[in-house]
């Protein structure tokens, strides 16, 4: 027979394990919302880092499009410094063989040839001053280019290269 004195100790003691089991209950949800919100941290933290890995990446193949294209255009000047080069060097090939040239037995006055002289001097010179410089600005630019390229490579290199770590 359950008497009254033990109904309420019945009472307490299950009034007591619903106690008991209310406070993990409560732990469980505070560490739940806890977990949640490291998890969405990390899980921002992750999208942000793949979109930083993601620009770099767009960065690096927009600045090697960008190198080539601008020693590409390098290439186009050299080449038509050169060929300007040649055409000054062919002009004074032609005056040269045009003061051997003889009519009826008659050359070129020697006022004539003296100036075709002078003239193939300024030429080559200016022939040869143009191939210098072009060549000289050449390098100086590629070095230029390649030091730029190389550092924002390595730039990016490292940047990814931290991110991963």
């Known amino acids: 027979m359950v008497t009254k004195n033990t109904e309420k100790n019945l009472v307490r003691c299950i009034n007591f394990n619903r106690s008991v089991f209310e406070i993990p209950k409560l732990y469980l949800t505070v560490y739940s919302i806890e977990a949640l919100l490291v998890n969405f941290t990390w899980l921002t933290f992750w999208i942000l880092s793949w979109s930083h890995r993601s620009g770099c990446i767009v960065l690096s193949y927009g600045q090697e499009k960008f190198n080539g294209e601008a020693i590409g255009t390098l290439h186009y000047v050299v080449h038509q410094s050169n060929y300007t080069v040649h055409t000054l060097r062919n002009v004074t090939e032609y005056l040269t063989l045009a003061k ?3 009519v009826a ?3 070129l006055p ?3 040839m003296d100036d075709i002289d002078n003239l193939n001097v300024d030429l080559n010179t200016a022939a040869d001053t143009l191939s210098d410089h072009t060549n000289e600005n050449s390098v100086k630019i590629r070095k230029v280019f390649y030091a730029v390229y190389a ?3 390595l730039t990016l290199f ?4 931290i ?3």
């Not at 490292?158 to 290269?161: G, I, K, R, T």
């Open 158 to 161: 490292s940047y990814l290269h």
């Open 100 to 102: 051997s040239i003889k």
């Open 110 to 112: 020697s006022d004539i």
């Open 151 to 153: 550092f924002i490579d």
């Open 105 to 107: 037995e008659m050359f």
């Open 163 to 165: 991110q991963l770590i």
